[in-house]
């Protein structure tokens, strides 16, 4: 698919709309959960996509911010009616958000990109550092069979789903009994040994994987800091492994039209070819393969 058909293939989801924070939770150190109620972003969203968001009543900062969807929240009849979305406080946007209070007003415009492929493995290992355990919940569930998205989009095309997370002390880590409660093998590391294993999510995701008797029938997914998600891009490459990588770089619109978010892709896997790529319409999931670092 071309950039300009893949643009066009995911604007026919996109929805625009004004609503109101529904709950905001704390859930690590300057970690957050929001939710708001948006049930045509919530319909279609797919593992992996984000939304743009941005206060309603404020001028600054006046462009909004992705965000990966981190979850779907169904209503008693089971139709999808809000996302919930995890950030980290840091910034002149996320900051004053971990502080609004429900019926905060915002715009939210989504689901963007393209997110991950459903594709069948038998194990699916998810590689995440710092807050890119965020659009690993919804992929998980997808490959387990717990949950459909979007529309006419395959379930169940994994038999079992390991995460290997980490961060730089116990106190970052978010979201982990979430995952364990829908069967993942969490497998935990910090920089300074507080929680899991004293390591890196790259060494530690190739001592889990062992061998190469397993690889073929093993894929990895992987987001967070870019030098872990190269370390693990390149590891898979080597090995063999399918790999996909949802790259975090920062957006400004998030819908393809200011190119500020642009990543050097290969035009062919296994050519030294590249071009520039819109991680906002293009990405922002790669095949690892294809990034050049």
Same mark, same amino acid.
């Given at each position: 698919?071309?950039?300009?058909?893949?643009?066009?293939?995911?604007?026919?989801?996109?929805?625009?709309?004004?609503?109101?924070?529904?709950?905001?939770?704390?859930?690590?150190?300057?970690?957050?959960?929001?939710?708001?109620?948006? &049930?045509?972003?919530?319909?279609?969203?797919?593992?992996?996509?984000?939304?743009?968001?941005?206060?309603?009543?404020?001028?600054?900062?006046?462009?909004?911010?992705?965000?990966? !969807?981190?979850?779907?929240?169904?209503?008693?009849?089971?139709?999808?009616?809000?996302?919930?979305? !995890?950030?980290?406080?840091?910034?002149?946007?996320?900051?004053?958000?971990?502080?609004?209070?429900?019926?905060?007003?915002?715009?939210?415009?989504?689901?963007?990109?393209?997110?991950?492929?459903?594709?069948?493995?038998?194990?699916?290992?998810?590689?995440?550092?710092?807050?890119?355990?965020?659009?690993?919940?919804?992929?998980?569930?997808?490959?387990?069979?717990?949950?459909?998205?979007?529309?006419?989009?395959?379930?169940?095309?994994?038999?079992?789903?390991?995460? !290997?997370?980490?961060?730089?002390?116990?106190?970052?880590?978010?979201?982990?009994?979430?995952?364990?409660?829908?069967?993942?093998?969490?497998?935990?590391?910090?920089?300074?040994?507080?929680?899991?294993?004293?390591?890196?999510?790259?060494?530690?995701?190739?001592?889990?994987?062992?061998?190469?008797?397993?690889?073929?029938?093993?894929?990895?997914?992987?987001?967070? &800091?870019?030098?872990?998600?190269?370390?693990?891009?390149?590891?898979?490459?080597?090995?063999?492994?399918?790999?996909?990588?949802?790259?975090?770089?920062?957006?400004?619109?998030?819908?393809?039209?200011?190119?500020?978010?642009?990543?050097?892709?290969?035009?062919?896997?296994?050519?030294?070819?590249?071009?520039?790529?819109?991680?906002? !319409?293009?990405?922002?999931?790669?095949?690892?393969?294809?990034?050049?670092?």
């Amino acid at each position: 698919m071309s950039g300009c058909d893949a643009a066009i293939h995911y604007a026919d989801h996109i929805a625009v709309t004004e609503t109101v924070v529904e709950k905001l939770l704390e859930l690590a150190q300057d970690t957050f959960l929001i939710r708001l109620e948006a &049930p045509q972003i919530a319909a279609n969203a797919l593992p992996g996509q984000f939304v743009m968001v941005r206060f309603a009543e404020r001028d600054a900062p006046l462009i909004g911010r992705a965000l990966a !969807v981190y979850d779907i929240v169904d209503d008693a009849d089971g139709r999808a009616r809000a996302i919930d979305l !995890v950030f980290v406080r840091k910034g002149s946007f996320t900051t004053p958000l971990s502080h609004c209070s429900p019926g905060t007003r915002v715009q939210v415009w989504g689901p963007l990109g393209n997110g991950f492929d459903p594709r069948p493995c038998e194990t699916l290992v998810m590689a995440a550092g710092g807050i890119g355990q965020t659009p690993m919940l919804m992929l998980a569930r997808e490959a387990l069979g717990l949950r459909q998205f979007g529309n006419a989009r395959s379930a169940g095309w994994a038999k079992s789903v390991r995460l !290997v997370y980490g961060a730089r002390t116990k106190s970052l880590l978010a979201c982990v009994e979430d995952f364990k409660r829908v069967g993942i093998d969490v497998n935990l590391c910090t920089d300074d040994g507080t929680a899991g294993s004293h390591s890196r999510v790259p060494d530690r995701l190739f001592e889990l994987l062992g061998g190469d008797g397993q690889h073929a029938t093993t894929r990895v997914a992987t987001c967070g &800091p870019e030098i872990m998600m190269q370390k693990v891009a390149e590891g898979c490459v080597a090995r063999g492994i399918d790999c996909q990588v949802s790259m975090e770089t920062p957006m400004a619109c998030g819908i393809g039209i200011c190119f500020s978010c642009v990543a050097k892709v290969r035009t062919t896997l296994g050519e030294s070819d590249w071009d520039y790529r819109r991680t906002c !319409v293009e990405g922002p999931v790669f095949d690892a393969g294809q990034i050049v670092w």
